[in-house]
C-alpha cells in the first residue's frame, strides 16, 4: 500500500431529534456562551443546523426529524480512500454502508465501540511512513 495518511477533521456533527434541538441549541448558545451561526441546509434529512464555534473545532447542531436518538459523527480525512478502505477492512474495521451522503469522496466507518467517523478526502501530504495518523 502507498502512503496512507489519517488526519483527524475539523468537524464534529451532532445529529439530534427535532425535539431536542431547540435545548440542545440553547445550551451551546445561551448556557455556555458558545459563538454560533445558523446554517442554510439543503440536505434531504436535516431541517435545521447550526454551526458551533468549539474552540479548534466546528461543531455542528443537526436537527433531523427522523432521529429517535442523538448521535455524534467524527470526521476523519484520509489522501487515498480506496487504499484506506482496504486497510480498514484488513484491520475488520466496520464500513458503514447506509449513512446519508453517499459520494466517491466520503465513506463512513464505525470504530469498535459503534461510534460514526465520516471519512472524507482530502489532499493530505503525503509522509515516509505507509500508515500515519495525526
Known amino acids: 500500500m502507498d502512503n496512507i495518511i489519517f488526519r483527524a477533521g475539523n468537524n464534529i456533527a451532532i445529529k439530534i431529534p427535532i425535539e431536542l434541538y431547540e435545548e440542545t441549541l440553547h445550551f451551546y448558545r445561551d448556557i455556555l456562551l458558545l459563538e454560533t451561526e445558523e446554517q442554510q441546509i439543503d440536505h434531504p434529512s436535516i431541517i435545521k443546523s447550526t454551526k458551533v464555534k468549539f474552540g479548534d473545532i466546528n461543531l455542528w447542531l443537526d436537527a433531523v426529524p427522523q ?68
Open 67 to 134: 432521529k429517535k436518538e442523538t448521535k455524534i459523527y467524527l470526521e476523519l480525512n484520509t489522501n487515498q480512500m480506496q487504499n484506506a478502505l482496504d486497510y480498514l477492512n484488513a484491520n475488520k474495521i466496520q464500513i458503514a454502508a447506509d449513512e446519508d451522503e453517499q459520494s466517491p469522496d466520503i465513506q463512513w466507518i464505525k470504530d469498535p465501540a459503534g461510534n460514526t467517523l465520516l471519512l472524507h478526502t482530502n489532499n493530505l501530504d503525503n509522509q515516509d511512513p505507509k500508515i500515519k495518523i495525526i
